[in-house]
């Protein structure tokens, strides 16, 4: 079994928000906080479905099934891959693959970092899916935006 847990993640900045008031054609600031909140899970879904890196984090992967490979999130760089017991264990990577030197269960340590044409490409994404979730369509509605990304 495989799981990710987020360490940090950098949040949307100023120009992401503003950019959603403009697509959303909401010019009233009291809603500010619901389009935050809007646009954090949308940055979320789309980076999670494109596997790329729309704001830079710090993730950690819990492994205990891995066939000795792992896969960095959204093509991430790991910094470390230790045991269960905390200690550090060999490991290299090549590409999007880490390759680790035991079979026991591992944690990796996975950092991104936002590729400007990635974020580009995807913004629109983000904005479109944002505007949905503020509103409030429901989930058929968002997984068809989300097919945009693939």
């Known amino acids: 079994m495989i799981r990710l847990e987020v360490i940090e993640m950098q949040e949307p900045g100023c120009s992401a928000l503003d950019a959603l008031k403009a697509y959303a054609a909401v010019s009233d600031d009291g809603q500010d906080y619901l389009l935050a909140m809007a646009l954090r899970r949308a940055f979320g879904m789309v980076q999670q479905t494109a596997n790329r890196a729309l704001l ?37 990577q090549r590409g999007e693959f880490v390759y680790v030197g035991t079979d026991e269960p591992v944690e990796a340590e996975i950092v991104t970092h936002v590729n400007a044409a990635d974020y580009d490409a995807l913004l629109p994404v983000v904005l479109k899916y944002a505007t949905a979730v503020y509103d409030g369509k429901e989930s058929r509605e968002l997984s068809q935006i989300l097919k945009e990304c693939l």
């Not at 205990?64 to 093509?75: E, F, V």
């Open 56 to 92: 830079a984090g710090r993730f950690i992967i819990k492994a205990a099934d891995h066939g000795r490979n792992l896969r960095a999130y959204m093509g991430g760089q790991c910094v470390s891959v230790k045991d269960g017991d905390g200690a550090e264990v060999s490991w290299h």
